[in-house]
């Protein structure tokens, strides 16, 4: 898929709307259009980066911000006491959009389906 195509990078360019958490230079967040839990958005390069398998040494840097930055942002959105990161890849990985994308799911309640350790 090229940029020109890609649904994300049309997002990043202002050509779709989306209901942003977080924009600066180099990453946008917004919110997921089918949220899978009360808090669920996705953090994306607004360079296009098709997967996380096609990520390059150059890119360490914005890739290392997006990280840093979910805490801060899952706070804010509400996810005080946690929250999941997943990050699909490649066809086996089930990635839908071949544009890197780093969903943050959380809320005040355990996600479902996650397994829960006692203390």
Do not use: W
């Not at 890849?89 to 479902?112: F, K």
Request: hydrophobic share 35%; net charge neutral; proline share 5%.
């Amino acid at each position: 898929m090229s940029e020109q195509d890609c649904i994300f990078c049309k997002i990043v360019r202002g050509e779709i709307p989306s209901r942003k958490v977080y924009e600066d230079n180099e990453i946008l967040a917004f919110h997921d259009i089918n949220p899978a839990a009360p808090v669920h958005f996705m953090i994306i390069p607004k360079k296009h980066i098709a997967s996380l398998g096609d990520a390059r040494e150059e890119d360490r840097d914005v890739l290392g911000r997006m990280m840093v930055m979910t805490g801060r942002l899952a706070r804010q959105q509400g996810s005080t006491d946690g929250f999941r990161t997943v990050v699909n890849t490649g066809r086996v990985g089930r990635q839908d959009v071949y544009h890197l994308h780093v969903h943050v799911l959380g809320g005040d309640e355990p996600l479902p389906g996650m397994i829960h350790r006692s203390k």
